[in-house]
């Protein structure tokens, strides 16, 4: 397949004025297969920040209202995961290394929460057994109009994904101001996770790593604030203007200033 590839791009180089990449993996792809600087455009994988932004507003009014439907009491931390649950999702992981926390005692007052559905639900319920009764809970699947009340609701957001192109999930958390936990597989990290700055990348499949992370971010609220003050920051210029102006620039490199 990789062979396959390599000879379809080949083949496509000359026929193609212009390429819209959506993120720095993308555009580093598309360079070594010898696509020249010139002919690469930044048109960022971008979701509607207002309309997230709009929705997490109104899931923070009743946040309290939420957390009691929940179960989960005023002072409880609260860490995020939202798949489908598949292998490569590694949500397995999550739970593993939130289970080292309760063990040593860094994730007493925390709870897990897991959104979503899929092949590995019994696999990974019977391993949320080892942390303890009701400190991983299990929701189901949360359509486009649930999920930003889980978005408001907690104080980390985690992505442990292995073989992730994107990750567009990091967008909508991000339009929720809380800080990341992302592994090195995920594209959209690279683009979207700085660091130290608004959370930490972490090594896909390296539960050790996970754990070290979670306990940074939960053992410091003020730092994760203004990890999340961060995210705010970084997502606001990743947006649908920043498409249109990338489209522009490419369409501007072959049609001149015909282009408004």
Not at 121 to 140: C, H, Q, S, T
């Amino acid at each position: 397949r990789a062979l396959a590839k390599r000879c379809f791009l080949q083949v496509l180089k000359p026929l193609l004025s212009g390429i819209l990449t959506i993120g720095t993996l993308n555009r580093e792809f598309y360079a070594q297969h010898g696509f020249p600087a010139r002919k690469l455009f930044s048109m960022p994988y971008a979701v509607d920040n207002d309309w997230f932004k709009a929705r997490i507003g109104e899931a923070a009014a009743r946040r309290d209202e939420f957390r009691r439907e929940l179960g989960i009491g005023p002072d409880q931390q609260v860490v995020l995961f939202a798949a489908k649950f598949q292998p490569r999702k590694r949500g397995d992981d999550l739970i593993r290394a939130f289970g080292k926390l309760v063990a040593d005692g860094a994730a007493q007052n925390t709870v897990l929460i897991m959104v979503g559905e899929g092949e590995m639900n019994e696999e990974w319920r019977a391993i949320a057994k080892e942390p303890g009764p009701d400190k991983v809970r299990f929701v189901g699947f949360k359509g486009m109009l649930e999920l930003p009340a889980y978005l408001d609701l907690c104080d980390v957001f985690v992505i442990p994904s292995s073989l992730e192109p994107w990750g567009l999930i990091l967008n909508e958390v991000m339009n929720a101001a809380k800080p990341l936990i992302a592994a090195n597989e995920v594209g959209s990290a690279y683009d979207l996770l700085k660091d130290g700055e608004n959370g930490y990348m972490v090594e896909s499949g390296n539960v050790e790593q996970l754990a070290d992370a979670l306990r940074k971010v939960l053992s410091d609220p003020d730092k994760a604030k203004a990890m999340g003050a961060r995210s705010l920051e970084i997502i606001d210029g990743w947006s649908f203007e920043r498409d249109v102006n990338g489209l522009k620039d490419a369409l501007r490199a072959y049609f001149g200033d015909r282009v408004v």
